[in-house]
């Protein structure tokens, strides 16, 4: 082990290209997958006769298959049914579809878990289905949906090294170059680059936490 | 339409990297369960050292990509002159990983059993370690039953990490079958069925033991 010879200046400075990179890559997809996922969990949640049932179907498939498999066939077999994208952008596509499956799974099951009692009251006191959804029912399954969310973004920023199989340049890629040069310097940037993780990752599960406790 | 000749032509590709992917999955899924527990009762455990070594544990663990921890062992031990294949070290990191999950679980499981029963089974004699053995663990495991299943779930999907470093698995299969065929969206395709076939019933496994348990409160 040699860390003087991992963490030279030039070393450093590749890592956190690829550090801002994973973040860039993770905050873009979170909030696309955000987005997406309350949208067809809440329409999943409505019970919309065919389309609530098609998109439950797909959020099953798509929940059950390995990131790894979906980013691989974004990047490599839509190009041959003529579908192309950027490497960044076939990045985003494969993070925002798989982690979008896993948020509308957790947006559904909190909007069930609001007491039926309080929808049977919006509805009785006259506001239309649309009104009660949007008023009552998505503003208290949110606030409950605050620590399985955060922990559907941490799972999120640390899926973004599987882009690794793609060549995209961050942070678990750019490491593997560094790691490259030398057998010495292969532990030391492995503990560096596993500190940069953690460090965005607990600070994240910290913040879920402070949330939670100030629900109950 | 898939093109079906994939299949029949390489059925011997696709189904070893199915039983290695299977292997793989059950290997991590008994020695993170094991692991986890150790750690979970580390974490409950009356002492703060063992606190502290079990909650930082679980905390590390969490909060790391799975790819990391596998290079750990793939890329960092031979370092130290102790050289593992694909498939070990991609077994040993799903194991490491996913046990910091499990030990969660276990953890909400042996507190969802009332704490009178821990100081009834102190009291009456027993020590720590049988009170623990005999008394919370067993029913602790009851609870702990529908997200175990739901973490190997998650072990078969994640075990695809096996492929980035030449573990043998499916995804490492289907590599070798796409360098014959040419033909990545129908290759690929069939890789994902097989996937399917593994976690689209655990899925649901793991969805009719929750409500099971639901109701039995």
Known sequence: ?216 | MPDFTIITDHWESYLLGLRNTVLASLLALVGSFVLGTLIAVFRIAPWRLTQFVGAAYVEVFRNIPLLLVVYGFYLGLPAFGIPLNGFVSGTLGLMVYTSAFIAEAIRAGIMAVPQGQTEAARSSGLTYAQTMRLIILPQAIKIVIPPITNQFLNLVKNSSVLGVVAGLDLMYYGDIVNLETYNTTDTYFFVALLYLLLTLPLAYASRVLERRLARSG
Do not use: C
């Open chain 1, 1 to 216: 082990m040699d860390f003087g010879k991992a963490y030279t200046s030039d070393n450093l400075q590749f890592l956190m290209e690829g550090f801002l990179y994973t973040l860039k890559l993770a905050a873009v997809s979170i909030l696309l997958s955000f987005i997406f996922g309350v949208l067809i969990g809440t329409l999943r949640y409505a019970r919309i006769p065919v389309l609530s049932p098609a998109l439950g179907w797909l959020v099953e498939i798509i929940r059950n298959l390995p990131l790894l498999l979906i980013i691989f066939f974004i990047r490599f077999a839509l190009p041959e049914l003529g579908i192309r994208f950027s490497l960044f952008g076939s990045a985003v596509f494969a993070l925002t579809l798989f982690e979008t499956a896993m948020i509308a799974e957790v947006v559904r099951s909190g909007l069930r878990s609001v007491d039926k009692g309080l929808v049977e009251a919006a509805r009785s006191s006259g506001l239309s289905a649309f009104r009660t959804l949007r008023h009552i029912v998505l503003p208290i399954g949110l606030k409950r949906m605050v620590p399985p969310l955060v922990s559907q973004f941490i799972s999120l920023l640390k899926d973004t090294s599987l882009m690794v199989i793609i060549s995209l340049p961050e942070l678990t890629h750019n490491a593997n170059i560094v790691m490259g040069q030398h057998i010495e310097i292969v532990f030391p940037t492995l503990l560096l680059v596993a500190g940069l993780y953690f460090a965005v990752n607990y600070a994240l599960s910290l913040v879920a936490r402070r949330l939670e406790s100030r629900q109950s």
